[in-house]
């Protein structure tokens, strides 16, 4: 860690949330918010203007995916937190492979997130421990891009959720009985690194997998 306070950027368009940081920030001994910022343009000037040694900065900004800063922020010299509120091995990889130090859920603990930001500062690379595996798989080439390895039926049950089926509704179209329907739910989460169903076709439409 460095000898002197960590000099952090606050990257996020939501006032409330960085006002939230900003002030728990403050009340963290060794943290100094040197400046915040709301876009990926911003985040660029301001770390080339105050030298952060770490920025956090939020995935999804008005102008921008915030990881198409990373490596301009990371030549300034930055060690770059992204702050996401989908945690899943695709995002995790696209982190990593653009040089950022570590991913963190907008939900995790104030604690939790200034604790990430020591790490970071002090040379770790932080993601959550249930996606390490995904990451490093992804990295090294070892999996196949997302959503290559479903199946037929996974793919019409996609499909089907993205369009607002119901398990009933979508039993009914593929004529199966529904726990069935839940086991190929399950596969497509598990597949895809979702959590949810709305996680699930959030991610399916980002990658092109259903319109």
């Not at 102008?63 to 992204?82: E, N, Q, Y």
């Not at 690379?125 to 196949?144: I, K």
């Amino acid at each position: 860690m460095p000898p002197h306070p960590i000099r952090v950027l606050l990257v996020e368009d939501h006032d409330m949330v960085a006002e939230a940081i900003g002030l728990a920030f403050q009340h963290t001994a060794g943290l100094d918010v040197v400046a915040t910022a709301r876009s990926v343009a911003g985040a660029v000037a301001a770390t080339r203007e105050h030298r952060p040694d770490v920025v956090v900065l939020d995935r999804r900004l008005p102008d921008g995916d915030g990881t198409s800063a990373i490596g301009d922020l990371a030549a300034l010299g930055a060690r770059v937190l992204v702050l996401t509120g989908e945690a899943t091995a695709s995002v995790a990889a696209r982190v990593a492979e653009a040089g950022g130090a570590g991913l963190v859920l907008k939900s995790s603990r104030l604690e939790e997130l200034a604790d990430a930001v020591r790490r970071v500062a002090d040379g770790e690379a932080v993601f959550d421990g249930t996606l390490l595996n995904g990451v490093l798989n992804r990295l090294t080439g070892r999996v196949p891009p997302t959503g290559a390895s479903l199946t037929a039926r996974e793919r019409e049950t996609l499909a089907l959720l993205a369009d607002g089926a119901s398990t009933d509704e979508i039993a009914t179209r593929l004529g199966v009985a529904r726990n069935t329907v839940r086991n190929h739910v399950q596969r497509v989460l598990d597949k895809l690194g979702a959590r949810s169903k709305l996680e699930a076709v959030t991610i399916a439409r980002r990658e092109g997998l259903v319109d």
